[in-house]
């Protein structure tokens, strides 16, 4: 009897404590939930920014599979503790006996997101929504575009910060989130940050602060990000944007600084889908980022894309960032709903990650207003719920990744180990004299050269390629003679061996001669084209001149030696000869070819011609 006493207390009690967990995992009501505020230092301390180094280290390979209750050591890289996530999210972490890379291992999601998928309404998942015209409805597009900046270092440590280094070398406690830690503000990522808010037309804030944005996974150590959010340092601006001939304006609602999260790398598959397992990548944790976040002007996936085209244009024209989509220096997350057509009120937002192109985001957005407009058609509006989705690029569709957090999960509260962040006038308009031109002038200058607009949305997209265009026209260079060399040839070679224009050796000065010398009539364009692939390795730059005459490359243009190569072409035809002088004149063009031939193509032209004609006539 009392044991069975005993096991029914202990039932109870346990019954009991489950209730009270289970109370416990329920979200507050709004009266309790956190709003963000803020709060101000009596003496504000602005802070002295500066790049930092520090030595790499590395870290053991724990995985995540199975629950743990507790904080676990990680071999070599002191105390860390490893936070759970919140139920029906990434599995719990445990560690590995032994790990054949450095890295965090979590069992992949795959699995789960499978199941959602198989739970889903064909029609809102799997299958491509009937095309329709969408005259009674329209679309509501806004854009956070997420920028790497350019920083030597990390946003709050000394830890490099590269692209492509060994997984976890690149971190070091500060970065990590270890206990005792206090993060130090880099100087260069403000910088950065004004430079990319002027160039935007954006209110830089004289004072602003941090924040941390709290949830929870296993990329992000710390278990918070260290943000900006209710005084951001850049706010409203706009970009102008010219979409298929037309100019459109769309506004920039602010421009906030934050630090970038690690990476989760999927393994046993290319993507998330398939993958047996996770490692994660802390290099990238701590990175600075500036998130730019767009009006909703948007109405459809050309207008995303063109504005996202046109942001990376300035940004890289600034030195803001290398805008590489592919090494995720530049990510962007649309915001997608569709209203009927004149409706004030927007309809219900979904969010599409994984776009790594423009292309791929335009085609997102497409297919998401699609699936979008055919659900409401249908009478399934319901199922347009507020989430994020997954844009899976080899399916061309949209799927469910997670279900959209609001701003209470994220429990926002002011950053206690940063303070305030005083911005001077002074230092402003130093950033704002330092501006160089930006792509929409640019773009007016070429134009006011004369070049047509095919000519200019070429030259001015990529600074190396209209740096170099510049940098010709200033030595002399002729306008229309430096843009096809350029445009032309020159992109052919880059496209052909899949190099940049920034990873030539050709100089401006170099380039400026060949077009000159081809003007002069020393080469002939041919000539020019056969030795342009060694111009570009740098081996004209002393004298392309001296160089093309090494190679007995100049151009034929003494009278008398014409005169012996069009003699014997002549002798070496005389039935066409022959024909030409009974009245057969078109012939003239294969004697022209005959002769260039002979010459390897080093005969002047104009020369050559005026020599063949009074040979053909018989003077």
């Known amino acids: 009897m009392q044991v069975s006493a005993r096991a029914a207390t202990a039932s109870a009690s346990a019954a009991a404590g489950a209730a009270r967990c289970a109370a416990l995992l329920q979200p507050l009501s709004p009266i309790l939930s956190p709003t963000p505020f803020t709060s101000s230092l009596k003496f504000p301390i602005r802070a002295r920014l500066r790049d930092f180094t520090c030595a790499p280290r590395t870290m053991a390979c724990p995985s995540l599979s199975t629950p743990i209750s507790s904080a676990r050591t990680w071999r070599g890289a002191g105390l860390a503790l490893l936070r759970s996530t919140m139920a029906g999210s990434v599995p719990s972490p445990r560690l590995l006996g032994s790990a054949p890379s450095r890295g965090l291992a979590c069992r992949s999601t795959a699995t789960a997101a499978a199941a959602v998928q198989t739970s889903t309404t064909a029609g809102s998942e799997t299958s491509s929504p009937a095309a329709s015209p969408l005259s009674d409805y329209e679309a509501v597009i806004g854009i956070e575009c997420h920028v790497q900046l350019a920083t030597a270092s990390k946003a709050f440590c000394g830890c490099p910060s590269l692209f492509g280094s060994e997984p976890n070398t690149h971190v070091c406690p500060v970065c990590m989130g270890h206990p005792g830690t206090l993060p130090a503000l880099n100087a260069g990522m403000v910088t950065l940050a ?19 944005k709290q949830y929870f996974y296993p990329d992000l150590p710390k278990g918070y990000q260290i943000s900006q959010y209710d005084e951001p340092i850049c706010s409203g601006g706009q970009l102008e944007v010219e979409v298929d001939g037309e100019v459109k304006s769309f506004g920039i609602i602010r421009a906030h600084l934050e630090e970038d999260a690690g990476k989760i790398v999927y393994a046993g598959a290319e993507r998330l889908s398939g993958a047996d397992y996770s490692l994660v990548d802390f290099n990238r944790a701590g990175v600075p980022l500036l998130e730019i976040v767009s009006a909703p002007d948007m109405r459809s996936g050309r207008d995303a894309a063109a504005y996202g085209e046109e942001l990376r244009r300035v940004l890289r024209t600034c030195g803001v960032t290398d805008g590489n989509m592919a090494e995720g220096s530049m990510r962007v997350d649309v915001n997608v709903s569709v209203r009927p057509r004149g409706s004030p009120t927007y309809g219900t937002r979904v969010e599409i990650k994984n776009m790594n192109s423009f292309s791929n985001m335009q085609k997102a957005i497409d297919y998401e207003i699609e699936r979008q407009v055919s659900l409401l058609r249908s009478g399934r509006g319901a199922e347009v719920v507020q989430e994020t989705r997954l844009w899976d690029e080899i399916r061309l569709h949209t799927t469910t990744m997670r279900k959209k957090e609001g701003l209470a999960d994220y429990r926002y509260f002011p950053e206690p180990d940063l303070p305030p962040l005083e911005v001077s006038q002074e230092f402003i308009e130093q950033v704002r004299s330092s501006l160089p031109e930006l792509p929409a002038a640019r773009r007016a200058r070429y134009l006011s050269l004369g070049l047509t607009r095919g000519d200019v949305a070429v030259l001015a997209d990529e600074e190396a390629t209209s740096a170099l265009f510049d940098a010709v026209l200033a030595l002399g260079a002729p306008v229309r003679q430096a843009a096809n060399w350029i445009q032309g040839d020159i992109m052919a070679y880059c496209k052909e061996t899949k190099t ?49 005459e090494s190679r007995g490359l100049l151009m034929i243009s003494d009278q008398a030696a014409v005169e012996q190569l069009v003699g014997r072409v002549l002798e070496a035809n005389p039935k066409q000869l022959a024909e030409y002088r009974g009245g057969k004149t078109k012939l003239q063009g294969f004697f022209e070819g005959q002769v260039m031939r002979e010459s390897k193509g080093r005969v002047n032209p104009g020369l050559m011609k005026e020599v063949l004609m009074r040979m053909l006539r018989g003077e």
């Open 500 to 548: 940049s224009m920034s990873g030539w050796s050709l100089s401006p000065s170099a380039l400026a001669e060949m077009i000159g010398l081809i003007e002069g009539g020393v080469i002939s364009g041919k000539i020019a084209k056969e030795v342009l692939p060694d111009l570009l390795q740098g081996r004209g730059n002393g004298g392309v001149r001296a160089y093309i």
């Open 194 to 212: 004004v430079r990319a808010g002027l160039a935007l037309g954006c209110r830089i804030a004289p004072r602003s602060k941090f924040d941390r």
